[in-house]
């Protein structure tokens, strides 16, 4: 007879949703039997920072996991609080009961070990070029990016034309700091 079934909860604002974040579901999915997905942010979109809708990063990660990973992910978007003594009850309120959070954030980790909850640091995966504040320069830059995302993120960026969208947010065309042109 099995136990009972553990729940992970993941939070991320995944502007764009990337191989890396897609990494860490399915790490988290081999370690529970259902992970929560929570879109922080939710609100917030068309700017710089978070330029995506909260409908437009679920249908980003939806697209990038199998069938059978669907059936074991919750996707829940959820806005800020932007007051991070409520943070972990605000999303306790929107969120299933859950055991163990996933996360590489110092701040996620304090504030849901402070709550009681078991908190899993992840693999690091390749966060130099899976960081979507480059992917964001790269797409405004004209400069190589969809070997960074999943193939349906990138056709779906595309297809909303993401490069317009965050020239729009204001992003400027910039070369990688320190002088280096990006692969």
């Not at 990494?23 to 942010?41: M, P, Q």
Request: hydrophobic letters at 35%; aromatic letters at 8%.
């Amino acid at each position: 007879m099995r136990g009972a079934q553990v729940r992970g909860l993941i939070v991320g604002r995944f502007q764009p949703f990337h191989k890396g974040h897609l990494a860490v579901v399915r790490e988290a999915l081999r370690k529970c039997d259902e992970v929560i997905v929570v879109i922080g942010s939710a609100e917030e979109s068309h700017t710089e920072k978070n330029p995506f809708t909260s409908g437009e990063r679920y249908q980003m990660l939806l697209s990038s996991i199998t069938p059978e990973e669907r059936a074991r992910v919750l996707i829940i978007p959820v806005r800020d609080v932007n007051r991070y003594s409520v943070w972990v009850n605000h999303i306790e309120s929107y969120v299933p009961p859950f055991d163990t959070v996933f996360s590489n954030s110092d701040l996620t980790k304090s504030l849901f070990k402070q709550a009681g909850y078991e908190v899993c640091r992840t693999k690091a995966y390749n966060p130099k070029e899976y960081f979507a504040t480059e992917i964001r320069r790269r797409i405004v830059s004209d400069e190589k990016w969809t070997h960074l995302v999943p193939g349906p993120v990138a056709r779906f960026l595309e297809g909303i034309d993401a490069r317009q969208r965050l020239l729009d947010a204001g992003m400027s065309p910039q070369k990688k700091k320190g002088g280096c042109v990006a692969r």
